[in-house]
């Protein structure tokens, strides 16, 4: 394939997408899409943050070591507004095995028991 040919296709591939984003129906316009990131380098251990006081209509999101020009930088926990149903599943770096670890953003989930959170609190 001659290299006209190939951003032919990659321009096709993008309006196809582009369309498919922009009829897509509102229940799934507000799925999140969840991309980690896989490093070689463990975070260090987390920096101990006291929890402030409860907030109405807010969770908070502790800290995390987010990963930023090739090292760790520890982003401090912050209030997030709350949503019904939903708990907030936080920020995470999970071993990858063969010295990698694999960074899972935080996010909204309606499944307590697939994060060990219990409902009846």
Not at 31 to 36: E, F, I, V, Y
Not at 56 to 71: C, H
Not at 77 to 89: D, F, N, Q, S, T
Not at 93 to 100: I, L, Q, T, V
Request: hydrophobic share 40%; no cysteine.
């Amino acid at each position: 394939m001659g290299t006209r040919s190939f951003i032919t296709v990659l321009a096709a591939a993008a309006i196809s997408v582009s369309a498919a984003v922009a009829v897509a129906p509102p229940a799934a316009a507000q799925a999140s899409l969840n991309l980690g990131l896989t490093i070689g380098v463990p975070p260090p251990a987390p920096i101990y943050e006291a929890m402030p006081a409860p907030r109405p209509g807010y969770v908070w999101a502790p800290g995390y070591w987010r990963w930023e020009r090739g090292r760790h930088i520890w982003a401090p926990g912050h209030w997030i507004g709350a949503r019904p149903g939903y708990h907030w599943v936080p920020d995470r770096w999970a071993d990858a095995g063969h010295d990698a670890w694999h960074h899972e953003p935080g996010h909204w989930d309606r499944d307590p028991e697939r994060h060990g959170f219990d409902h009846r609190h």
